[in-house]
C-alpha cells in the first residue's frame, strides 16, 4: 500500500481534527516536545527498541500542539511508515528530498482528508478563495499551506495563493521576497525556492508596494498582470498572504 493511500485509511474513520497525539499511540511511536536548537521542526529518533516523533519548539511553555507541529507529527509518522513498510534510508541528496516530499503528502492527506475538501464551490472572488482556505485550515487544524494546496488541488478556477514579506535593499531595488507558493496554472510559479526575492521590476512587484500602504489586518486589492482579481491581507508588520484568481 502506497503512504498516500495510508493516510486516507487511518483518516477515514476518525473525527476531524485528526487526534495525532493518540494516532502516535495507535501507531506505538512516542511524541516528545524539544527546545528548538536550529532550523529543524521535528525528526524522528531510535529511542530503545522504538522510534519517537520530536518537535522543536521554540520556547519551553506547556502548550498544546499548534497548526505547524501538528503537521511535523503528521510528517514524523509519515517517515516511521517509510521505515516500517519500505525500510526507507535515503542514500542520496534526491532520495532524501524524495522522501520529505513523500512525507508532507502523506501529513496533507492524513490531516487534509479528501472529505474535507471535496464539493466545496468554486471561488467567486479573491477574497472568497482567502477565506476558503482560512475556513479547511481552521477545521482540520492546520496552518494555511497545507490548507491552500489541498484546496487548489480540487478546484477547476485557475488560482493562485501565497504569501510575501516585505523586505526592501535599497541597493539591489529588492522589494522583499516571496513566500510559500502554490498555483493550479502556470502563472508566477517560478523555481527557486521558498524566499525568491521580488525586485521593483517584477510583475508582483505591485503586491508588495500594496503592503507598504496597508497596516496589520488591513486588506487591499492590486492589479497584478494576468490576475482577474486579487486579495492581498497585511498579517503582521512584514507579512502578508495574498489570493489571485487568474485571468
Given amino acids: 500500500m502506497c503512504l498516500g493511500a495510508m ?13 495525532v497525539v493518540a ?34 519548539r521554540g520556547h519551553s511553555r506547556p502548550a498544546p500542539l499548534n497548526g505547524q507541529e501538528r503537521f ?17 534510508r535515503p542514500r542520496r541528496e ?12 502523506f501529513a496533507s492527506r492524513l490531516l487534509i482528508p479528501a472529505r474535507l475538501v471535496e464539493g466545496r464551490a468554486e471561488p467567486k472572488c479573491a477574497a472568497g478563495l482567502a477565506e476558503a482556505v482560512a475556513d479547511l485550515a481552521r477545521q482540520a487544524l492546520v496552518t494555511s499551506e497545507p490548507a491552500a494546496r489541498a484546496l487548489v488541488a480540487q478546484l477547476q478556477t485557475p488560482v493562485a495563493l501565497g504569501t510575501f ?20 496554472r502556470n502563472w508566477w510559479g517560478a523555481r527557486g525556492g521558498r524566499r525568491l526575492a521580488i525586485y521593483a521590476d517584477h510583475a508582483l512587484a ?26 492581498l491581507r497585511r498579517r503582521t508588520s512584514r507579512t502578508a498572504s495574498f489570493a489571485a484568481l487568474l485571468a
Avoid at 493516510?7 to 487526534?19: G, K, M, N, Q, V
Avoid at 534526491?94 to 503528502?105: D, P
Avoid at 505591485?206 to 486579495?231: K, N
Fill in 72 to 88: 511535523t507529527v503528521a510528517h514524523e509518522l509519515g517517515h516511521y511508515l517509510l521505515l516500517k513498510h519500505v525500510d526507507f
Fill in 23 to 56: 494516532l502516535c499511540r495507535e501507531l506505538g511511536v512516542g511524541l516528545r516536545i524539544e527546545l528548538a536548537d536550529g532550523s529543524r521542526r521535528g525528526a524522528l529518533v531510535r529511542r530503545g527498541h522504538g522510534w519517537e516523533a520530536v518537535v522543536m
Fill in 94 to 105: 534526491a532520495e532524501y528530498w524524495l522522501g520529505e516530499e513523500v512525507c508532507n503528502h
Fill in 165 to 184: 514579506l516585505l523586505d526592501p535593499l535599497a541597493s539591489t531595488r529588492r522589494l522583499g521576497f516571496r513566500g510559500w507558493w502554490v498555483e493550479n
Fill in 7 to 19: 493516510a486516507s485509511e487511518l483518516s477515514a474513520t476518525r473525527d476531524i481534527p485528526i487526534d
Fill in 206 to 231: 505591485s503586491v508588495l508596494e500594496a503592503m507598504r500602504q496597508i497596516g496589520h489586518g488591513q486588506t487591499a486589492t492590486v492589479e497584478v498582470p494576468g490576475a482577474a482579481a486579487t486579495f
